[in-house]
């Protein structure tokens, strides 16, 4: 029989079961709310939509995955792709790998570079350094490598006149005496001399002319187009256009550039800017009412629009120090001045031995990130100087820096800064797109102008110890009347978009170095 005392506890017990059933269900509400909230990287800061945490650095998903970022990269085309050697990313569509390094595919094939080579955008025999048209020509090795035209479609043994006529070797398409010119990369040079290029064995002026198939032409207005579909009116370039196509107008200094040409609406165009001339390298893609997702690749990709479209393959001069046989990209910037666009990688001796590193004490370190010097070392003057002023002239001071360049002073970064907008803003457009370690997608540089500014950290010579590679970059400047044991220095970091500049940085610690060509 139920008592009302145990109908009492009957009710209770059915309460406190109810009330553990609404409990439970908050509690399970707010797990999943809380997994919904996106992890930080370990600064504090909420990842972006998009983004994941690895390692204690943000990344982009690819493709709405994660991945291991030190095995596996994510390509331009949004694919997982494994990394080259376990460390090179590369584009899968215009290069592949080739033994642990990334090599450029040639007409979008693969070949062995070691045995082959590039020819116009098709895979080809190759001799020495140069490649050549295997169906056309041959490799002599009796000559020390040089390649000839074949005489009526048969090899011969050189030297040897071909139905009577005299032969010379060729390069690329020019034919050149090995007497008094040499071949380098299928561009053809005078033996001992700076000029150049050649065009059919003689020098000409690129001021007014340039050469196309072995011909000279005219400028136009001092324009340089392509004789074969194009022509010069006046002062005017004009397209001689296929009827219902559109014209693609291809500017290139490199040795076997192509894409130029008529295209229908929508057609895909690749342009390809060729092998760079000696001591250049392609920065990129100056293309006209084109957006092109990759300027800074040396092959490009957009689908025609209805109109035509100018484009241009901009080249830069490279940069060579002999003293260890360096070279570095360098690039123009809207200063007028030529900057390099890595930082240097020279080890200091003689009375600065032991006063520039590399990071973490790791040569690995100094091919990405260059080395860090302290200031006399940057300087090249007598080490007290680093516990005591320095008042001589800081205008274009060598240091470090390789002859025919210097150490930038003060005013000088301060002018190139400013020619990029304000130091608010000239942080992302100076910062590389790469290693900068940032889980805000406003602080990812945007490398406008190709200066390629690394976080390659600095040394602490008090604690004999290295800090803030991939958030911070710090870079000399050369400076007169500083402090005892301070002195100027521009500062990036992966949390500001801005670029510091003062006079507080000590001496003794080890920064990068860019240097400024001289004039």
Same mark, same amino acid.
Do not use: H
């Given at each position: 029989m139920t008592t009302k005392k145990s109908r009492r506890i009957s009710k209770y017990a059915k309460y406190l079961f109810l009330s553990a059933l609404v409990l439970t269900s908050a509690i399970l509400t707010t797990l999943s709310f809380c997994a919904q909230v996106p992890?930080?990287? /370990?600064? /504090?800061?909420?990842?972006?939509?998009?983004?994941?945490?690895?390692?204690?650095?943000?990344?982009?998903?690819? /493709?709405? @995955?994660?991945?291991?970022?030190?095995?596996?990269?994510? @390509?331009?085309?949004?694919?997982?792709?494994?990394?080259?050697g376990g460390k090179a990313d590369f584009d899968p569509d215009r290069e592949f790998c080739y033994k642990g390094k990334v090599v450029a595919k040639c /007409?979008?094939?693969e070949y062995d570079p070691v045995t082959q080579g590039c020819f116009y955008g098709a895979v080809s025999a190759k001799c020495g350094t140069n490649s050549f048209d295997s169906a056309n020509q041959f490799c002599s090795n009796i000559t020390n490598g040089t390649i000839y035209d074949k005489c009526d479609g048969a090899i011969f043994v050189p030297p040897k006149s071909c139905n009577g006529s005299p032969v010379l070797p060729v390069c690329g398409t020019e034919h050149y005496n090995p007497d008094s010119f040499y071949c380098n990369s299928n561009n053809v040079y005078i033996n001992g001399a700076a000029a150049g290029p050649i065009c059919k064995g003689v020098v000409y002026d690129t001021e007014k002319k340039f050469c196309y198939n072995g011909k000279t032409y005219d400028k136009c207005a001092g324009q340089i187009y392509n004789p074969t579909v194009q022509t010069c009116k006046g002062s005017e370039v004009v397209n001689i256009q296929e009827p219902g196509k559109f014209y693609v107008s291809l500017e290139s200094a490199g040795t076997g550039a192509s894409g130029g040409g008529n295209y229908k609406s929508n057609d895909k165009v690749i342009l390809i800017a060729g092998t760079p001339p000696a001591d250049y390298y392609f920065r990129k893609w100056e293309v006209e009412g084109v957006n092109i997702e990759e300027p800074y690749k040396d092959t490009a990709v957009f689908y025609m629009p209805s109109k035509n479209v100018n484009a241009k393959a901009v080249f830069e001069f490279v940069l060579w120090d002999r003293r260890n046989d360096k070279k570095y990209k360098t690039v123009k910037m809207p200063d007028g001045k030529t900057w390099m666009a890595e930082n240097l990688n020279y080890e200091t001796d003689g009375d600065w031995a032991n006063h520039s590193w590399c990071y973490n004490d790791s040569i690995s370190n100094c091919e990405v990130y260059g080395r860090l010097y302290d200031f006399a070392a940057a300087m090249r003057v007598p080490i007290t100087y680093n516990t005591s002023t320095w008042t001589e002239s800081d205008v274009e001071r060598q240091g470090v820096c390789p002859s025919g360049w210097h150490l930038p002073s003060n005013a000088e970064w301060d002018d190139m800064i400013k020619s990029t907008g304000d130091k608010a803003t000239a942080g992302r457009m100076l910062k590389s797109s790469r290693l900068w370690r940032t889980s805000k997608n406003e602080y990812i540089g945007t490398d406008n102008y190709g200066f390629s500014a690394l976080p390659g950290g600095q040394r602490s010579t008090r604690y004999n110890a290295y800090g803030d590679k991939t958030n911070e970059g710090y870079w000399w400047a050369a400076a007169s009347g500083t402090l005892t044991t301070t002195s100027y220095a521009e500062?990036?970091?992966?949390?500001?978009?801005?670029?510091?500049?003062?006079?507080?940085?000590?001496k003794v610690n080890g920064h990068s170095v860019r240097c400024v060509q001289d004039g």
């Open positions: 992890e930080n990287c /370990g600064d /504090g800061q909420k990842l972006e939509s998009g983004m994941f945490c690895f390692d204690g650095m943000a990344y982009k998903k690819c /493709g709405g @995955s994660e991945y291991d970022p030190a095995k596996k990269f994510c @390509s331009p085309q949004g694919r997982l792709e494994d990394k080259c /007409g979008g094939d500062k990036m970091t992966s949390s500001s978009n801005g670029v510091g500049s003062n006079s507080n940085y000590i």
